[in-house]
């Protein structure tokens, strides 16, 4: 049996042991006019080995769990686990309005506690300058919203959500990420 559910910037199909949810994504956006843009996946659930078909703009095509040399468009990747459990997620690549976005310059950031009941604290390495912030929910519906942001400690105060799973979309000049969280 398959349920689709939709979000607002992708769309999950859960199916045997492999979950949408289990696939985390951070996003460096192109430099107009180039196609400097890259996509890390992470794939936290399902069992290994896992494949994957990646399908985006102009034809392309990769097996690779990561992408880069982007253009603008949306990307699609297909993952499969050992049992043929299937997740597939579409991740936009958008224009980045910066030049010279450093692709190597990753940034490690945290959510806990995971799950939480009361306060979700987001805990960056690096500080964020005039971040966004949204908590999507599992329907893929934003609960939350926060705009130009800086620092690198944030809380959000989930006590008022209903239990379940969340996604905080973490918007910043050149990257887009998303970071899963469970509310009790």
Do not use: H
Not at 133 to 151: D, H, L, P, R
């Amino acid at each position: 049996m398959k349920t689709n559910i939709r979000f607002s910037f992708l769309l999950i199909l859960l199916a045997g042991t492999a979950f949408g949810s289990d696939l985390t994504y951070s996003v460096i956006n192109t430099t107009s006019g180039t196609s400097s843009g890259s996509i890390d996946l992470s794939v936290t659930g399902g069992v290994a080995p896992f494949t994957f078909i990646w399908t985006g703009p102009a034809g392309f095509a990769a097996t690779t769990e990561d992408i880069g040399g982007l253009p603008l468009g949306a990307y699609t990747v297909t993952v499969s686990d050992k049992y043929c459990g299937i997740a597939t997620i579409t991740i936009f690549v958008d224009n980045d309005l910066l030049s010279g976005v450093d692709e190597n310059n990753k940034n490690n950031i945290r959510v806990f506690p995971n799950p939480a009941n009361g306060l979700v604290n987001l805990v960056s390495e690096k500080s964020l300058n005039g971040a966004s912030f949204k908590i999507i929910n599992i329907a893929g519906q934003v609960v939350y919203e926060k705009k130009e942001s800086t620092g690198s400690n944030f809380f959000f105060d989930v006590s008022e959500k209903a239990s379940g799973i969340y996604f905080i979309e973490i918007k910043t000049p050149g990257s887009i990420s998303r970071i899963r969280f469970v509310k009790n």
